[in-house]
């Protein structure tokens, strides 16, 4: 039976909302039990080294070996249980989360990369994460939210694989159009320095709810690809620097939320781009494991560096109109508008 690509990705950011929520939560509950501010920090700092600093390496494998991508698919499901109802402690817990969280997204990520053109689809997948881990965090009280969430992402994973026939096959794309080495590499590294830079653009300080931090997030990650559906790359890139630096202008808990938005924004927009970039490597995998990977400075040095917030809007801005010049080099595209 054939399943619509709409229901393929329902699904997906189904799993990745249930996912990043587990994750979330499990974490926290240990965070309230635990009097150590140090302790505290060490296993959320462990985790997301695996979390988001294995993805690369996943994807490598999976890259050269895609008929691996059911078998790590379930194993990330077997560890995310062992990881939620381990009694051997939080360093075993943490393991188990950060690396079945890394299984997770690469194997279900590079499945969204190669299965959909649509830059809308990449931006809703990844708010579903967005939202589920701001969610999990507060719901931390609740241990029997998170409890419920991975039975839910048990059943539907299983179900998902064996009753509807999943497939880590592309579902409706088609193989991107080759760069020289040399493009290819200068693209990807431009795309690489703008996530790195993004990646302090935390909205850590806006004095609102997490869940609501969480949730502009996501907006900003939809917004985003679907302006680079209507509008193209540049368009976008260009709307993306007018809003954020309208945004600095003001004080205010408005004016900050719209920069957390459009910081989101890129996102789509440099996944997709990185993908191509990496086309001749065929590595959709090891793309969205360094796309991840970039994320990881602004986790542990956040607070630590000042940059004028002007000053990153516009050096972000530069990299991505780089990038996308590059990537419209292969036809001899001039208009600076067209995408």
């Given at each position: 039976?054939?399943?619509?690509?709409?229901?393929?990705?329902?699904?997906?950011?189904?799993?990745?909302?249930?996912?990043?929520?587990?994750?979330?939560?499990?974490?926290?509950?240990?965070?309230?039990?635990?009097?150590?501010?140090?302790?505290?920090?060490?296993?959320?700092?462990?985790?997301?080294?695996l979390a988001f600093g294995t993805q690369w390496l996943v994807g490598l494998c999976l890259d050269k070996q895609p008929q691996l991508g059911k078998k790590l698919f379930l194993g990330s499901v077997w560890l995310l249980l062992a990881g939620t109802f381990s009694p051997l402690g939080i360093g075993v817990q943490a393991l188990c989360l950060g690396v079945g969280n890394s299984l997770f997204h690469v194997t279900v990520g590079r499945m969204a990369l190669l299965g959909y053109d649509s830059d809308l689809a990449l931006g809703i997948f990844v708010a579903g994460g967005a939202v589920g881990i701001a969610l999990g965090l507060a719901g931390a009280g609740y241990i029997w939210w998170y409890r419920i969430a991975l039975t839910l992402v048990a059943i539907g994973a299983f179900s998902y694989l064996h009753w509807q026939e999943f497939s880590f096959k592309p579902l409706d794309n088609k193989r991107p159009e080759l760069l020289s080495r040399g493009k290819g590499a200068l693209l990807s590294g431009a795309l690489l320095l703008c996530i790195f830079i993004r990646s302090f653009g935390s909205g850590a300080?806006?004095?609102?709810?997490?869940?609501?931090?969480?949730?502009l997030m996501a907006v900003g990650k939809v917004v985003g690809g679907c302006c680079c559906d209507l509008f193209g790359y540049k368009r976008t890139a260009l709307l993306i620097l007018v809003v954020g630096f309208l945004a600095v202008q003001l004080p205010g808990v408005v004016p900050g939320a719209l920069l957390l938005i459009t910081w989101n924004m890129t996102m789509p927009l440099t996944l997709r781009l990185l993908y191509r970039g990496l086309a001749q490597q065929e590595a959709p995998g090891l793309a969205?494991?360094?796309?991840?990977?970039?994320?990881?400075?602004?986790?542990?040095?956040?607070?630590?560096?000042?940059?004028?917030?002007?000053?990153?809007?516009?050096?972000?801005?530069?990299?991505?109109?780089?990038?996308?010049?590059?990537?419209?080099?292969?036809?001899g595209v001039k208009k600076f508008l067209d995408r």
């Open positions: 039976m054939v399943y619509p690509a709409s229901l393929h990705l329902g699904i997906m950011t189904l799993l990745h909302f249930l996912v990043d929520g587990i994750c979330g939560a499990a974490l926290a509950v240990y965070a309230w039990q635990e009097l150590s501010f140090d302790a505290i920090c060490y296993y959320f700092m462990l985790y997301n080294l300080v806006l004095p609102i709810n997490p869940v609501l931090i969480g949730c969205f494991g360094l796309a991840a990977g970039m994320l990881l400075p602004g986790i542990f040095f956040q607070g630590r560096w000042s940059v004028p917030v002007q000053l990153v809007i516009m050096l972000q801005f530069v990299l991505l109109v780089g990038a996308i010049g590059l990537w419209q080099s292969r036809k």
